[in-house]
């Protein structure tokens, strides 16, 4: 397989860093092709401007989906954007790898989706959903939380960690045609011992030595 993983956290050495680096070594030492975005590594702009074009459709007045629309057009994305929006057609199965900040991604992953899943190139005209671009593609969230696993529970006072990612399954990959696999969590990792962190880094690994085999989950559960 052919997979992208995107990588979210200002510190390398943080456990989000070590499951992002156990992807890796775990992936290409099954045989797959892996490409990387280490957004904080790489300095990613994550501000949705005219940056984004080396085109421009309209001078005096900046929309976003018309610049993105002509860009898809006439080849006009900035080479920043172009290369991330590459490693999404590239890829098989696209992973992101972040820590749960405000029930959401760090900024930078959201300027990076702002960016990068652009009218025209990534959706738009009718492909949606079940006839989405990136349709027969496989997407799966990797993520860290502050909270202990109950707090994210249907009666925890966080609230069902699968409405908390609702956004982020339904309203990116789904929206775009991929297939969503269950998302892999490691709850509090800061508040484990270092064994318990070993352990998660291992059944994270033994996850994706069989990732290919995968199903994914039924649309209406998350």
Known sequence: ???????????????????????????????HKVEVSDLYRMNFHAVSDRSNFATVKDPDYFRQQVEETYASEVGGFSP?????????????????????????????????????????????????????????????????TGGPKEAYEKEGFNGDINAILRPLQRGVFSFTGFDVLQPHIVYSPVRISPEERA?????????LQNIEKEEPVEAGRF
């Open 80 to 144: 920043e954007i172009e290369a991330e929006i590459k490693k999404i057609e590239w890829c098989d199965l696209m992973i992101w790898q972040f820590p749960l900040w405000w029930f959401s991604v760090p900024g930078i992953l959201k300027g990076w989706i702002d960016r990068v899943f652009a009218i025209g190139r990534t959706y738009g005209y009718g492909k949606i959903y079940e006839t989405g671009i990136f349709k027969g593609k496989k997407a799966l969230l990797s993520l860290t």
């Open 1 to 31: 397989m052919n997979i992208f993983i995107v990588l979210a956290h200002p510190e390398i050495r943080s456990f989000n860093g070590a499951l992002f680096n156990t992807a890796v070594e775990t992936l290409k030492a099954a045989g």
């Open 199 to 207: 352990e998660a880094l291992n059944a994270f690994a033994q996850r």
